[in-house]
């Protein structure tokens, strides 16, 4: 597996980050939505704290994330729940 610099910048600031090759346009995919929600959120004019800005972001992309469903209906955080409940039971079954 090779691994690509890719840089990017997010805030104004410059970053390089170490990718797998296959994945250097996903991260850019992902750099490219973390900049939009940090658009959104200044253009709102409320949270102008750089920090602030960039936790608010996170925590959309995140939440965002987790509304998503799967194509049998579930939202990934319950479909997280049910494939912990499952491993659950069967190391509970293989125990016994």
Known sequence: MSISQVDVNILGRQFTIGTPDEEAET?????????????????????????????????????????????????????ERKISDMITACEKTLAE
């Not at 490219?32 to 709102?44: A, C, E, F, P, S």
């Not at 102008?48 to 469903?69: G, P, R, Y």
């Open 27 to 79: 991260l850019r995919q992902a750099v490219y939505l973390l900049n939009q929600k940090i658009g959104v959120i200044q253009d709102t004019g409320r949270i102008v704290e750089t920090d602030k800005i960039v936790i608010m972001a996170a925590l959309n992309l995140a939440h965002d994330f987790l509304k998503m469903t799967t194509k049998d209906g579930l939202e990934f955080a319950q479909f």
